[in-house]
């Protein structure tokens, strides 16, 4: 008679994955709703999952978790909007889905490796105060 116990099963990755079409549902609610405050609960219910599973199969498949896929459509938003807006960073951080302007800096700090004052005027094109060429 084997009296010794069974090795723990390792989980299969099958367990946790999420279905392509169901994965693509998700990518583009998360594009259309960005700006919102979206909870985790509310993106595992467009995967049919539970949050716990969901945020698995999103790791798995995707290399990150679903809050770093929120946050990067945020900062690109951002960018744009620091581009081409005349809104303050403040208003644009708030637009696109940050509760505080501290977070919303923080956050582009860290993602995009400079402020977003910073940013905004490293984009724009200086506008020149020259006048000879109208001579």
């Known amino acids: 008679m084997n009296t010794k116990p069974a090795p723990p099963r390792a989980p ?3 367990r946790y994955s999420i279905a392509p079409a ?10 259309a709703h960005f700006a919102e405050q979206l909870s985790l609960r509310d ?12 945020n698995r199969a999103f790791r798995q498949a995707m ?13 690109e938003h951002a ?9 303050t960073v403040a208003e644009i951080g ?9 977070h919303f800096a923080a956050m582009f700090q860290r993602l995009a490796g400079t402020s977003p004052g910073r940013f905004r005027h490293a984009a ?8 000879e060429g109208l001579r």
Do not use: N
């Not at 724009?124 to 006048?131: D, E, I, K, L, V």
């Open 12 to 14: 299969s990755p099958q």
């Open 22 to 31: 169901r994965l693509k549902a998700v990518l583009r609610f998360m594009d």
């Open 43 to 54: 993106l595992a219910k467009v995967a049919c999952r539970s949050p716990w599973h969901f």
């Open 63 to 75: 290399g990150f978790p679903p809050y770093r896929y929120l946050i990067d459509r945020r900062i």
């Open 79 to 87: 960018k744009a909007l620091l581009r081409e807006s005349d809104a």
């Open 94 to 102: 708030r637009r696109v889905g940050f509760r505080s302007p501290r």
């Open 124 to 131: 724009r094109p200086a506008t020149s105060t020259c006048r």
